[in-house]
């Protein structure tokens, strides 16, 4: 079995939670003024789920460039020394 990213692992959890959470607004009975307000409220959590996400990968993807560049600089500076 593989191992998979905690990025990953944050996106399943956040999908299933979208899922399981429409499928709550579109079974549970209520009003149209109910259900809208369920479905904007949905909508928020969604967003702030993928704010996170979003925030997340891009601290990520900062933190790996700064290596990356840093190792390209230690290799320009041993190249150099040649």
Do not use: W
Request: no cysteine; proline share 1%.
């Amino acid at each position: 079995m593989s191992e998979r990213s905690s990025g990953e692992t944050l996106l399943a959890f956040i999908l299933g939670g979208i899922i399981g959470a429409a499928l709550g607004v579109i079974y549970a009975p209520a009003s149209g003024k109910e259900t809208r307000k369920k479905l904007n409220e949905v909508g928020d959590e969604i967003k702030e789920g993928l704010d996170d996400f979003v925030s997340d990968a891009k601290e990520r993807f900062s933190v790996e460039k700064e290596k990356i560049e840093s190792v390209i600089d230690a290799g320009k500076k041993a190249y150099e020394k040649k």
